[in-house]
T-cell receptor, first 115, second 111 residues
Framework: GAGVSQSPRYKVAKRGQDVALRCDPI?????LFWYQQALGQGPEFLTY????????KSGLPSDRFFAERPEGSVSTLKIQRTQQEDSAVYLC?????????????FGPGTRLTVT | DAKTTQPTSMDCAEGRAANLPCNHS???????VYWYRQIHSQGPQYIIH???NNETNEMASLIITEDRKSSTLILPHATLRDTAVYYC????????????FGTGTRLTVIP
């Protein structure tokens, strides 16, 4: 079946521009996560949704970062007034807890470059 | 979630077993050991997880020591496509806990 998809795959933004990154999770998956991965580092948690409710946004680095999932399916990560330090790969993952396994399925990521 | 320690990098000859170690000396009784890998330019991929017992699936085997303070991921016959960064993560397998990846082990399979 279809996996997690993300768009665009690549985004170049000039410093100060706003960007919106989209995530289409696996159909029926309740949980959705956003991660940020800097070059040479492991992914770092940004925020978590259960259906449409944003239950954890402790990893968002600043108030320029905003995420939403209004209908409990597609999610959008928005970054306002982008800065060079925002350059990273943004990964989306979804999961539907099958007992205790709770594995997360990741999309290919969106590579954001801020110039 | 408990912290894990992994070697930065490892090499393995194609066709041989790749044994990737992970230390998690502060693991709690209700924390599982998970392994994910990330092939270049792709998102992380789940491999296997376990609590106490050794586990095996079509991708790999997971060996957890009796005191649960360390574990080893075994790829029995490594191929070039197994070249990736491998992440060992310990976490409670309930609720909606996010994953703490660390920097992982970069495994290079050599022809």
């Amino acid at each position: 079946g279809a996996g997690v998809s993300q768009s665009p795959r690549y985004k170049v933004a000039k410093r100060g521009q706003d960007v919106a990154l989209r995530c289409d999770p696996i159909s029926g998956h309740v949980s959705l996560f956003w991660y940020q991965q800097a070059l040479g580092q492991g992914p770092e948690f940004l925020t978590y949704f259960q259906n449409e409710a944003q239950l954890d946004k402790s990893g968002l680095p600043s108030d320029r970062f905003f995420a939403e999932r209004p209908e409990g399916s597609v999610s959008t990560l928005k970054i306002q007034r982008t800065q060079q330090e925002d350059s990273a790969v943004y990964l989306c993952a979804s999961s539907f807890p099958p007992g205790t396994a709770y594995e997360q399925y990741f999309g290919p990521g969106t590579r954001l470059t801020v110039t | 979630d408990a912290k894990t320690t992994q070697p930065t990098s490892m090499d393995c000859a194609e066709g041989r077993a790749a044994n990737l170690p992970c230390n998690h000396s502060t693991i709690s009784g209700n924390e599982y050991v998970y392994w994910y890998r990330q092939i270049h330019s792709q998102g992380p991929q789940y491999i296997i997880h376990g609590l106490k017992n050794n586990e095996t699936n079509e991708m790999a085997s997971l060996i957890i020591t009796e005191d649960r303070k360390s574990s080893t991921l075994i790829l029995p016959h490594a191929t070039l496509r197994d070249t990736a960064v491998y992440y060992c993560i310990v976490r409670v397998a309930t609720g909606a806990n996010n994953l703490f990846f660390g920097t992982g082990t970069r495994l290079t399979v050599i022809p």
